[in-house]
């Protein structure tokens, strides 16, 4: 039997449940990015429809994307999940802006955290394809100052602007980009993360996993780590917090 190289990262669920996680959505992609093409012109029989498929096909690239990273997965796998992720989040977010109804960073907490940490995701990962399309098709710039950072990183910190859409738990990161000399704000957000996130869909999933729910992928807050590796800040106070994916910052 083949022996993965490394150790599972996220202890709340066994390896062959991750496994078996990333295959299931794995096939869930291939269709989701078929479905994307609309071969079948979808898009103006039924947008509502198309718009649902295109967030099923975000959905599970951010599933095995972070499946990937608590599995143990090395960056190289990681980084292939991603780039797909950054895709299909790039797709879903272009046609919401186009419906009546459109999704921004003030819609709900979900609609917020999903581009964020995917355009995280884009920063700990070095990848640079299809980033600007993201931001541009995220259509939100000016409404929050994290995500804002995070989209252009070459701002120096004292011009970072201190709007934040969703100040629970999000201030407290905002804090900690103004002023990252002070480990205490971003030790204070680590902390308040998953509690802070609940009304996201996933909330409390590893709890019923033995139900046989298939939602948890894991809890890894990768604004934060992205936030650090922007900054080069010091995480030494708060690297073994357990919703923080420090080995993002480390290069194979």
Sequence with gaps: MYAHPNPVRDQRADRRYFEELIRANREAVEVGRSDAADDEGLRDEDPDLYAHLLHI???AAFTVTNASYSIGDPLSTITEYAVELIR???IFRRYESLLPDGATFASHPADYVGPLQVLSLARLLEIDSGVDELIAATGSQ???????FLARPDRVESRVGSSVVWPKPYASLLE???DPASPGPMQ???NHWYNQNRRGITWGSHLTIAEGDRRYSGYWCFEAAAVVKLLQADDSSYRDNAYYPGELLMRE
């Design 57 to 59: 096909y975000r959905t």
């Design 176 to 178: 900690y980009l103004r």
């Design 88 to 90: 299909a989040e790039t």
């Design 188 to 190: 204070q957000f680590l």
């Design 142 to 148: 000016g409404m929050d100052s994290i995500y804002d």
